[in-house]
């Protein structure tokens, strides 16, 4: 063989390579450049997280919760389509509490540091900051009015639960439209038995508010009693209404609360109730498991709720009249709100 044909030869073969690995280099393009299918979701559990486009991620139609369990990703919230049964995405957020309405959304966040630091951060449609209320203690509850204007919270500021001895809580309010800030419920006027009530004792958490965005409904623990009070924020002044009830929460059509109460004793598990504002009738849930938690809506007949399970917890949900009985909606999750 002669330099020549070693050259050609040689030619040939780099040219074959060539155009093979050209090709090989096509599919791998075209495999990447495909659009993956999203896992499919586990029965009876929060699927798998993938990313979620930030246009996206307050639209209507969604439920949006917050991942529990021991998980590297606990503490991220989560969007899934519909009612629940849909592919899990995840919104990048890290929230101890999340809630969201009409392109508000709100997420109550511990960060670490050289400093430890308690915030409540304003959220938009895209889940951009907006405003951030520095705060202190341990995030507790989140809402956000039906018309995305009015936001609320609640931190522990001592202890990590309504079980704890001397727990003290601060809950708080922010118009984002105006901008008007109330730090503490504390600073409102409360009226109790038709009586101006004043008391160094006083606790507020778990606000929800009505569609006129100034009437609001909340918690008071005082003298060892809680009892469930309306409040008026123009007018920064509220007034009892019933004895244990906490934690409450209006339902879309804005005639009837969720809330929980005691069985018996503060020992006793917490029941949840939905109490008539139109008729005074109560009626307790067909859930009868504990249940620490400030219940949602998933619609206007359903309620939805976390149960602890362990290092974990779940989202359930149980039907508004008292009939029917509990279902499971997502595994490892809590902090539920359908926007």
């Known amino acids: 063989m002669n330099v020549a044909e070693l050259s050609g030869r040689s030619k040939a073969l780099i040219l074959a390579v060539a155009v093979l690995v050209a090709a090989v280099g096509a599919v791998g393009y075209v495999l990447r450049a495909r659009p993956e299918a999203p896992p499919p979701a586990p029965a009876g559990g929060a699927p798998a997280a993938v990313p979620l486009p930030k246009e996206t991620a307050l639209e209507s139609g969604v439920l949006m919760l917050v991942r529990a369990g021991p998980s590297a990703d606990s503490g991220t919230v989560l969007a899934v389509p519909g009612r629940g049964e849909g592919t899990a995405r995840t919104t990048g957020l890290r929230c101890k509490r999340f809630y969201a309405a009409e ?41 956000v009015s039906a018309s995305g204007r009015m936001a609320a919270w609640t931190f522990f500021v001592t202890g990590d639960s309504y079980l704890s001895t001397g727990f003290s809580t601060r809950a708080g309010i922010l118009d984002t439209r105006t901008g008007t800030l109330v730090k503490s419920l504390e600073d409102f006027a409360l009226e109790k038995d038709g009586r101006a ?63 929980k109460k005691r069985t018996g004793g503060t020992a006793d598990p917490w029941r949840l109730y939905t109490l008539d504002l139109r008729t005074g009738r109560e009626t307790p849930l067909a859930e009868t498991a504990d ?25 359930w949900t149980v039907p508004a009249d008292g009939s029917g009985r509990p279902a499971l909606l997502l595994r490892d999750a809590y902090s539920p709100v359908a926007t």
């Open 197 to 259: 009530y004043r008391a160094a004792d006083l606790n507020y958490w778990g606000v929800t508010f009505a569609a006129d965005d100034n009437r609001f409904y909340a918690t008071v623990s005082t003298a060892g009693h809680t009892y469930l009070v309306e409040g008026d924020f123009a007018e920064r002044r509220m007034k009892t209404l019933r004895e244990n009830a906490e934690c409450p929460s209006l339902s879309p059509g804005g005639e009837r609360l969720v809330y």
């Open 103 to 143: 392109g508000t959304g709100v997420c109550l966040r511990v960060t670490t540091g050289l400093v430890t630091r308690s915030e409540a951060v304003v959220l938009d449609d895209r889940l951009r900051e907006k405003r951030v209320v520095p705060l202190s203690g341990v995030p507790s509850r989140a809402r």
């Open 291 to 315: 249940v620490d938690d400030q219940a949602a809506w998933l619609d206007d007949r359903t309620v939805m709720y976390s149960r602890l399970r362990g290092d974990s917890s779940d989202v």
